[in-house]
């Protein structure tokens, strides 16, 4: 087990480029499953300010 | 029927609604073959004859690196679009893309530079390859920059688009860097019109993982497409509709 993640000594340089990779693939997902939440609240919080000052 | 499918995808409710049911697709094909490349890319491939292990960071790098010129490509033609057609959502493909697009051209210098290290003995060289794939990053970050800094967003669409359109030059000083100048890069092994000069068992992890980076980027772009979208038009009838729906 250690042996394979010693990499014949390149463990250093593969793992690194591999938790980069995942670190990237993740953001660019929850990111735009943040943006659109916001959105949506924000929309959602504006229909009822403006349906309030209706009645 | 393709035609007309294009047309409807031209309404953002539509489209809104059809990129909401496609996203699970791409992103649950984008899984498989990403742990089946893993599989393949981490335990069951043979380390290289001069690289020896090392070479497992092209399972990473060289499909970041594709895919950092195939958006890019992507984003052009959604700009050449943009521009003639004035059509709205492929405006907004423009700079939906240019996120992932500078994420992956990121992950492709970073990957580089950790398989450069112990293979070159350097971090960084300033050679061809190197230098255009970094003026790439400089272009993703320069449309995204663009976009944000204009505040009406169809005079902002305009404008990245047709940096991008001028950035496309870029593309073939890329592929052919390492053909034209003398660089520490290595050549082509697949992209040649030659059969691809390496094994098959290392070839099956690499178009695995390149595949699902593609899958990837069909899932992510259509997720932040909707986002942008739902921005943008989030003073129109539809958008209001339907977040009552969901309100209810």
């Given amino acids: 087990m250690s042996e394979f993640f010693a990499m014949g000594g390149y463990g ?10 995942f670190i990237i693939l993740v953001a660019n997902i929850v990111a735009p499953m943040l943006q659109r939440k916001k959105t949506v609240t924000d929309i959602a919080r504006k229909i009822r300010r403006a349906r309030n000052a209706q009645t | ?62 499909p970041a690196a594709w895919m950092s010129m195939f958006i890019y490509v992507v984003m052009a033609v959604s700009g050449l679009i943009s521009l003639v057609w004035r059509i709205k959502m492929t405006e907004i493909f423009v700079i939906s893309s240019a996120t992932v697009g500078a994420s992956f051209t990121f992950l492709a210098l970073a990957t580089g530079s950790l398989w450069g ?29 663009l976009h944000s800094a204009i505040e009406d967003k169809r005079v902002a669409a305009r404008a990245v688009s047709i940096l991008a359109l001028v950035g496309v030059v870029n593309i073939p000083i890329i592929h052919y860097s390492v053909e034209w100048w003398n660089t520490l890069h290595q050549t082509a092994s697949v992209t040649k019109f030659d059969k691809p000069s390496m094994d098959i068992s290392m070839l099956i992890p690499l178009l695995l993982m390149a595949l699902s980076f593609k899958l990837y980027y069909a899932a992510v772009v259509l997720m ?25």
Avoid: C
């Avoid at chain 1, 250093?12 to 990779?21: H, Q, R």
């Avoid at chain 2, 409807?8 to 992103?27: D, L, Q």
């Avoid at chain 2, 909707?226 to 509709?241: G, K």
């Fill in chain 2, 224 to 248: 932040r497409a909707r986002a942008e979208l739902l921005e943008r038009d989030r003073n129109t009838r539809w958008v209001v509709e339907m977040v009552e729906e969901q309100a209810k």
């Fill in chain 2, 117 to 145: 290290k112990p293979m070159w003995g350097t971090w960084w060289v300033w050679d061809a390859r190197l230098t255009s794939e970094l003026i790439l990053l400089f272009l993703y970050l320069g449309i995204i920059a």
């Fill in chain 1, 12 to 21: 250093a340089y593969i793992w690194p480029s591999y938790a980069l990779a």
């Fill in chain 2, 1 to 62: 029927m393709i035609i007309r499918f294009f047309h409807k995808m031209g309404s953002p409710r539509y489209f809104y609604n059809v990129a909401g049911k496609m996203i699970p697709w791409f992103m649950t094909s984008f899984l498989i073959l990403l742990l089946a490349g893993l599989y393949y890319g981490l335990f069951d491939s043979p380390p290289d004859y001069q690289q020896k292990e090392s070479v497992r960071i092209m399972y990473i790098h060289v």
